[in-house]
C-alpha cells in the first residue's frame, strides 16, 4: 500500500505545482494551502511508513519502475522509503507544511503567489524526490530541480541585489553539481552501475582501484561540500540566506542544506576502501568550518546574516561526525561509525527545527518591529513573550542544550568523533576534536549575545508600540520547537532506528 | 511497573512537573500558582527523606534502578541510590522548599513571576537529577539544566532598569554589571568548564564504552590501564575536574559567580545553598571511588598529579576568594565570595582524600559535611541579607549598620549562621572546616593546609566585618533619609524569617552534635569504598594506618586562626574604636592592596580585556578581512577575469556578414580535413 504510493508524495507535488502556475489569480490564499495540503499527504504517507518501520513491521518500502532501457544502458526510477529516507523526508515535508502556514499567514501580500507556490511546490518535490531516489541519475535529476526551482524564488522573491545572489547561488551549486554529475559518470564507467545499492557489490566483484575511488569520491563531496557550505566553499550561503525571502531560507537552511550530509551518508560511504584517504580532510574540514561560522557569527548585526553563518557552523557539527564515520568504517568499527553518522542525521534533523524557528523569526520580527538589524532592536522579551520563547528553544537547540534535540545529536557526534579519533591512537587527533568541542562555546557566545542584545535590556523608543505577534504567526514556530524539546527527551525514536539502518548499510559493504 | 526507590525517581520529577504546571496555573490563579509551585518543592523534599532509612541499612548501598532509553549509546534512563545520593538530595530538596517558602513573601508583587516559579523549580528538579543520574548523560541534562536555569534567573531582572540599580545591578563603578550581562557571564563561562567536561567524558567512553558510573567502577582494570597507555587518563581527568571548576566558580573560571549577584536574593541562595555552585563539589565526589580506585589500586601514579592539582585549587581558591571577601562593600558580594572560598575547601578536602590510600572515605566525609553545612548556614545567611536588602532596598553595606535594632531576630539569626561559616565552636562550621583541615593535613598537602589555614582567618574576619557593617554602628545616611521620607524599616515578616530562623538554629543544631555527626556520616559513606564491587582486586589497601590523630595540631591552629581574625574585625567594625580607612589611608602598600583585592586581583578585568573584547575584534576582523577582502573579493576578482577573458573574443564579433561567411567556410575545410584524416582519405 505505501509502496505504491510513494511515487505519488512527487507526482502530487508535481501536479499542484502546474495547478497554481495555471489557476495562480483566482486560486488567491487558496495557492499557499494547496501547497501545505500537498506537504500534508506527504506527512501522512511518510509518518505512516516511518512508524511502521520503526515498529519493525517493515523494514522498507520500495517501488521500482524501469526508466531507459537500452542494450547498454539500463535505468530505474525507484522510489525507496526506509529507515533513513523516511524520517528525513518526514521532516523535510513536515518544515515545508509549517513554513507553507507561515507563509500564507504572513506574507499575505506576497506578489505573484501562484507562481511562488508553484516553484515552492518544485522545490519540496525536489528535495523528496532525491531522498527516495534509488538511482544516481535520478537523484541527480531531483538535485537539479530542486536547486533550479530555489534559484527561480530567490531570483524573482529575494531582496536587495535579488539577481545577483540569486545567480551567485546557482552557479555554485551548479558547479558543486558538475562534479557530483563526474563522480556519477566515473562511477558508471567503472563499476559499471548506476543505481546506489549495487555499489558495495559491485566494489567487491570488480576490485577496483582505490585511486581511482577516492577520485569518485572527492569529486562527489566536492559537490556536497558546496551544499553544505563547508569552508572555503561557503561564500555562497550568507549573501543567499540573506537575500532569499525568509520562507525560503528556513527551507534552504534547515531542509536543503543538510541533505548533502544524507546523501554522503547514503552515497560516498559505500565505496568503503576510499573513505581512509578522504576522513581526515573531512574532520579537518569539519572543524575549520564549525569555528570559522561561529567566529564570523558573533560580530554580526543583521540577524539574518547571522543566522547565515550560524548555518555555516552548524554545517561543520554535522560534517564532524560524517567524517568520524568515514574514519570508523575504514577502521573496521562499523557500530562507532553508525554513531558518528546518527548523530549527523540527527543533528541535521534538530538543526532543521532549531534554524527553521530562528530565521522564521526573522519574518516575524520583519513584520513586528519592523527591523531584523540587531542593534536597532532590545527590550523585546517583555513585549513579545511568546517569539522570546521560541527564539530560546530555537538558540538552545543550536546550542545543543540538554531538553533539546540538539543535545543528544551533538552528544553522538562528538561520541563518535572522540571514539573514532582514539582508534588511530594518534594524541593530536584525539587534540583537534577536543578543540573542536570547547569551540561550541563560541555557540554560545553569538546566541546568548544575539539574545541579550535583541530580548533584554531597555526597548529604544521607536519600539515602544511593538505588539505580540498574533498567535497564528507563532503556530508553525511551536510545533517545531515542540518537536525538539520532544526529540531532546526521547530521542530514542530516531536514533536508534536511524543508527540501525545506518549499521546495517555500512554492514552491506565489505 | 513497580518501582523499587520511588522516591529517587519522584525528587527530580514532581519539581519539574510543577515547572511545566505553573504557566497553567498562573491561568487560573496567581496566588494558586505560587502555592502550588512551593508545593511541588516540598513533594520533592518529601520524596527524598522517604530514602533515608535506606542510609541505615546494615548492607553497603549501591543500587541503581534503570529503564531503555538511547541503546546505541549504552545508555540508560536510571538512577544511582547510594549514601552519596540520598544525603545530597535530601540537602538540596530540603533546603530549596525554605528557600520556595521564603520566596512566597520576597518576591511578592514583582512582574513576571511565572517565570521565576518556573525556573526555579526546573532549577531544583535539574539539581536533583544531576543528582540522582545514574550515568553522565543523563547526569548532563541536570547539570545543563542547572546551567540554563542560573541564566534565566541571574538575569530574572531583564530590563537592566538604571533606576534599580541600588537594588538588582551587581558591582560598582568599571566593574558593574546589570542583570542580563551578569546571566549571560554566567552561562558563558560555566559552560567553557562544561565543554571540558564533555570532552573527557567523551574520551572515557572511547575507552570504556560506557557512561555509567557504576560500569565504569565495575571495569576499572579494563578501562583505566588503556587509556592510561595512551596517555590519556591525567588529560582526561584534568579535563573533567574542568567542568566541577566552572560550575562550583573555582580559579580559574571563578568569576561570574560575584556577578551572579545581580539575580533576586532568593535565587542566590538556591545558586549558593542549594544548587548549582554545589553540582561540581557532588559530581568531583561522584567519581572520586573511580579515580581513587585506579591510583591506589591499579597503581596508575600520574594520578597523584590530578588530586594534587584538585587540592591545590581549591586551596587557592578558599585564599582567592577570601581575600577579596574582606574589602567587597556589597553585602551580596561578600557571601558570594565567601561562597567561592568556602568551596574551595571542600574541593581541598576530596582532593586530599584522594590521595591518601586510606582517606576516600574521609575526603568523601569532610567534603560532604562541610558542602551540608555550608548550605545550611550559606542558605541562612543569603535569606537573612535578602530581607536586610528589602529593608533598606540597597544592597550596598554602608547604606545599612545599625540595623540590630530594627530587626532583632534578622540579627540574632544571622549571628548564628555567621558564626557557623567563621568557624567558632560550638556551630557546625567549625567541625565541618575541621575535618577539612586534618584531612589535608594527613594528605602531607603542605602549601594546601597553610592556605588553608591563613583563610580560616580571613572568613574570620570578613564575617565579622560585613555583621558589624551590617548591623553595628551607626545607622547609615541612607536609613536616616528613609526614615526621613516616612519609610518605616521593620522586621521582615514571617514568611521570609521563618525559613532563616530554622536554617540558623539548624546550623547551632548539627554544630552541638557535630561529634556525631561526622560519625554518622563516616558510616553512611563507608559503602561508598568500591571494596564490596571489586574484591579480588583490593587486598593491599585495606591495612588502616592509624597514626597520631592530626587533631591535635589543627584544632589548636583553628582556634589560633580565629582570634587572630576576630580581634581587629571586632575593634574596627563592631566595636568601632579603630577606623579601617585611617589605617589604610596612611600606608601606601596597604592602599595598593586594598585596590588590588577591591579590583578582584584585576582578574575579572583581565578576562574582558584578554578574552571577551579580543575574541570580539578577532570576529570583526575575520568577517571584514578573510570573509569579506578574503572571499568575496577573490570571487569578485574571478568573475571579473572571467569576464575580461570572454569579452576577448568579442573582437572576433564584428557583424560583417562576409566575416563570417569567411570563417564558417575555414571551419568547415577544417573540420572536413579532421574527418578525411581520420578515415584514412586523406
Not at chain 1, 504510493?5 to 499557499?32: D, E, F, H, M, Q
Not at chain 1, 550560524?310 to 560534517?319: A, D, F, P, V
Not at chain 2, 570532552?199 to 557504576?214: E, K, L, R, W
Amino acid at each position: 500500500m505505501i509502496e505504491e504510493l510513494l511515487p505519488y508524495t512527487v507526482i502530487v507535488p508535481a501536479v499542484a505545482s502546474l495547478v497554481t502556475l495555471g489557476l495562480n489569480k483566482p486560486l488567491g490564499r487558496w495557492n499557499g494551502i494547496i501547497a501545505i495540503l500537498t506537504s500534508l499527504l506527504s506527512i501522512v504517507i511518510f509518518s505512516v511508513s516511518t512508524y511502521k518501520i520503526f515498529a519493525g513491521l517493515v523494514s522498507s518500502y520500495e517501488k521500482i519502475y524501469d526508466w531507459v532501457v537500452t542494450s547498454n544502458l539500463v535505468l530505474r526510477f525507484g522510489f525507496r522509503a526506509d529507515g533513513l529516507s523516511s524520517p528525513v523526508a518526514l521532516t523535510i515535508a513536515l518544515v515545508t507544511a509549517l513554513t507553507a502556514l507561515y507563509t500564507v499567514k504572513l506574507m499575505r501580500d506576497l506578489p505573484n503567489m501562484g507562481l511562488f507556490f508553484s516553484l515552492y511546490q518544485l522545490f519540496f518535490l525536489g528535495m523528496i524526490g532525491l531522498v527516495l531516489s534509488t538511482n544516481l541519475v535520478v537523484f541527480f535529476v531531483f538535485f537539479e530541480i530542486a536547486v533550479v526551482a530555489s534559484w527561480a524564488l530567490i531570483n524573482e522573491w529575494g531582496t536587495g541585489e535579488k539577481e545577483k545572489v540569486a545567480l551567485k547561488y546557482f552557479l555554485f551549486t551548479e558547479a558543486g553539481a558538475l562534479c557530483f554529475l563526474a563522480g556519477i559518470v566515473a562511477t558508471n564507467g567503472y563499476l559499471q552501475t548506476l543505481e546506489i545499492y549495487e555499489i558495495p557489490q559491485k566494489i567487491a566483484q570488480l576490485n577496483p582501484n582505490v585511486g581511482i575511488l577516492t577520485a569518485i569520491v572527492s569529486a562527489m563531496l566536492i559537490g556536497f561540500f558546496v551544499k553544505m557550505a563547508i569552508f572555503p566553499l561557503h561564500s555562497w550561503l550568507p549573501d543567499t540566506y540573506v537575500e532569499a525571502p525568509t520562507p525560503i531560507t528556513a527551507l534552504l537552511s534547515s531542509a536543503m542544506s543538510g541533505l548533502a550530509a544524507y546523501a554522503t551518508i547514503r552515497i560516498v560511504f559505500l565505496y568503503t576502501p576510499a573513505l581512509q584517504y578522504i576522513s581526515t580532510a573531512m574532520i579537518v574540514l569539519a572543524i575549520i568550518t564549525m569555528i570559522y561560522g561561529a567566529a564570523n557569527a558573533l560580530s554580526q548585526d543583521d540577524f539574518k546574516r547571522l543566522l547565515a553563518y550560524s548555518s555555516i557552523s552548524q554545517m561543520g557539527y554535522i560534517l564532524l561526525g560524517l567524517g568520524a564515520a568515514a574514519l570508523a568504517i575504514s577502521m573496521g568499527f562499523k557500530s562507532l561509525a553508525a554513531i558518528g553518522a546518527t548523530g549527523s542525521m540527527f543533528h541535521y534533523i534538530a538543526h532543521a527545527m532549531g534554524k527553521a524557528i530562528l530565521f522564521l523569526l526573522v519574518g516575524v520580527f520583519m513584520v513586528q518591529v519592523g527591523t531584523r538589524t540587531i542593534s536597532q532592536m532590545g527590550g523585546l522579551a517583555g513585549k513579545m513573550p511568546y517569539t522570546a520563547v521560541m527564539m530560546f528553544i530555537g538558540f538552545f537547540t543550536l546550542m545543543g542544550v540538554p531538553f533539546t534535540s540538539g543535545f543528544i545529536s551533538e552528544w553522538m557526534i562528538f561520541t563518535g568523533a572522540i571514539g573514532s579519533a582514539s582508534l588511530v591512537a594518534e594524541a593530536f587527533r584525539i587534540f583537534m576534536v577536543i578543540v573542536a568541542i570547547i569551540a561550541t562555546v563560541l555557540t554560545f557566545a553569538y546566541s546568548l549575545w544575539s539574545i541579550r542584545r535583541m530580548l533584554f535590556g531597555q526597548a529604544p523608543p521607536q519600539l515602544n508600540e511593538v505588539k505580540e505577534a498574533p498567535l497564528s504567526f507563532l503556530t508553525p514556530l511551536m510545533v517545531m520547537a515542540l518537536a525538539s524539546l520532544f526529540l531532546g527527551m526521547y530521542p530514542t525514536i530516531f536514533t536508534e532506528e536511524i543508527n540501525k539502518v545506518i549499521l546495517k548499510l555500512f554492514t552491506l559493504t565489505p | 511497573m513497580s518501582l523499587e526507590y520511588p522516591g529517587a525517581w519522584l525528587c527530580w520529577i514532581s519539581p519539574m512537573v510543577g515547572a511545566v504546571l505553573t504557566p497553567l496555573f498562573a491561568k487560573i490563579n496567581l496566588r494558586v500558582r505560587d502555592y502550588v509551585a512551593v508545593l511541588f518543592s516540598l513533594f520533592a523534599a518529601i520524596s527524598a527523606s522517604t530514602m533515608i532509612p535506606l542510609l541505615f541499612n546494615a548492607t553497603p548501598l549501591f543500587n541503581s534502578e534503570s529503564f531503555d532509553w538511547i541503546p546505541s549509546l549504552n545508555v540508560k534512563m536510571g538512577v544511582v541510590v547510594d549514601p552519596l545520593s540520598i544525603i545530597m538530595a535530601n540537602i538540596v530538596a530540603w533546603i530549596s522548599f525554605l528557600i520556595m517558602v521564603y520566596s512566597l513573601s520576597y518576591m511578592h508583587g514583582e512582574p513576571g513571576l511565572t517565570r521565576y516559579w518556573f525556573f526555579m523549580n526546573f532549577f531544583i528538579g535539574s539539581m536533583l537529577l544531576l543528582v540522582m543520574a545514574d550515568n553522565m548523560l543523563l547526569m548532563f541534562f541536570g547539570w545543563e539544566g542547572v546551567g540554563v536555569c542560573s541564566y534565566a534567573l541571574i538575569g530574572f531582572w531583564y530590563r537592566d532598569s538604571k533606576e534599580d540599580w541600588l537594588k538588582c545591578w551587581v558591582g560598582e563603578g568599571d566593574e558593574a554589571y546589570p542583570p542580563s550581562h551578569a546571566g549571560m557571564k554566567a552561562f558563558i563561562m560555566t559552560r567553557i568548564g562544561d565543554v571540558c567536561l564533555l570532552a573527557s567524558i567523551f574520551v572515557i567512553y572511547a575507552f570504556a564504552g560506557t557512561f555509567s558510573y557504576s560500569e565504569l567502577l565495575e571495569r576499572i582494570d579494563q578501562w583505566a590501564p588503556t587509556i592510561s597507555k595512551a596517555g590519556l587518563l591525567l588529560p582526561a581527568a584534568i579535563l573533567f575536574f574542568m567542568g566541577p571548576v566552572g560550575k562550583s566558580a573555582q580559579f580559574p573560571l571563578h568569576e561570574w559567580l560575584p556577578d551572579a549577584m545581580a539575580g533576586p536574593t532568593s535565587v542566590s541562595a538556591l545558586i549558593h545553598a542549594a544548587t548549582m555552585v554545589k553540582a561540581g563539589v557532588y559530581l568531583v565526589a561522584r567519581v572520586l571511588p573511580i579515580f581513587w580506585l585506579a591510583y591506589h589500586v591499579l597503581r596508575i601514579s600520574e594520578l597523584s598529579a590530578f588530586f594534587t592539582i584538585i587540592a591545590w585549587i581549591g586551596a587557592f581558591t578558599a585564599f582567592l576568594a577570601a581575600t577579596q571577601a574582606m574589602v567587597s562593600r556589597e553585602i551580596k558580594k561578600v557571601l558570594a565570595y565567601s561562597t567561592v572560598s568556602q568551596i574551595g575547601y571542600m574541593f581541598l578536602a576530596l582532593g586530599a582524600g584522594g590521595l591518601l590510600a586510606h582517606g576516600l572515605v574521609e575526603g568523601l566525609t569532610s567534603g560532604m559535611f562541610h558542602l551540608m553545612s555550608h548550605a545550611i548556614f550559606k542558605a541562612a545567611l543569603f535569606l537573612s541579607a535578602g530581607a536586610i536588602i528589602h529593608a533598606v532596598e540597597s544592597r550596598f553595606m554602608y547604606h545599612m549598620g545599625g540595623l540590630r535594632k530594627y530587626m532583632p531576630l534578622t540579627y540574632v539569626a544571622m549571628w548564628l549562621a555567621a558564626l557557623s561559616l567563621a568557624g567558632v565552636p560550638p556551630f557546625s562550621g567549625f567541625w565541618s572546616k575541621e575535618t577539612v583541615l586534618a584531612v589535608s593535613w594527613e594528605a602531607g598537602l603542605l602549601g594546601p593546609f597553610v592556605l588553608a589555614v591563613v583563610t580560616a582567618a580571613l572568613t574570620v574576619f570578613y564575617t565579622i566585618r560585613m555583621m558589624g557593617l551590617t548591623f553595628h554602628g551607626e545607622k547609615s545616611h541612607r536609613i536616616v533619609e528613609l526614615e526621613a521620607e516616612g519609610h518605616k524599616i521593620e522586621e521582615a515578616s514571617p514568611v521570609m524569617y521563618v525559613p532563616y530562623a530554622i536554617l540558623a538554629v539548624a546550623s547551632l543544631g548539627i554544630g552541638v552534635v557535630g561529634w556525631w555527626m561526622e560519625e554518622a556520616l563516616h558510616r553512611a559513606l563507608s559503602s561508598m569504598t568500591p571494596y564490596a564491587a571489586l574484591h579480588s582486586l583490593v587486598p593491599s589497601v585495606q591495612a588502616e594506618v592509624e597514626t597520631v590523630s592530626p587533631q591535635i595540631i589543627t584544632l589548636p591552629l583553628a582556634i589560633v586562626m580565629l582570634i587572630v581574625g576576630a580581634i581587629p574585625a571586632y575593634f574596627m567594625y563592631v566595636s568601632r574604636k579603630v577606623d579601617p580607612s585611617a589605617i589604610v589611608a596612611k600606608s601606601l602598600l596597604l592602599r595598593t592592596l586594598h585596590t588590588f583585592l577591591f579590583k578582584r586581583w584585576f582578574i575579572n578585568k583581565m578576562y574582558y580585556n584578554a578574552f571577551a573584547y579580543p575574541l570580539m575584534s578577532a570576529s570583526r576582523g575575520l568577517y571584514r578581512w578573510i570573509e569579506v577582502g578574503g572571499f568575496d573579493r577573490a570571487l569578485a576578482g574571478f568573475v571579473s577575469g572571467v569576464v575580461g577573458f570572454a569579452s576577448q573574443f568579442r573582437k572576433l564579433q564584428t557583424g560583417f556578414l562576409n566575416y563570417n561567411i569567411i570563417g564558417i567556410l575555414m571551419g568547415l575545410i577544417i573540420i572536413a580535413l579532421i574527418l578525411l584524416k581520420l578515415g584514412g582519405l586523406w
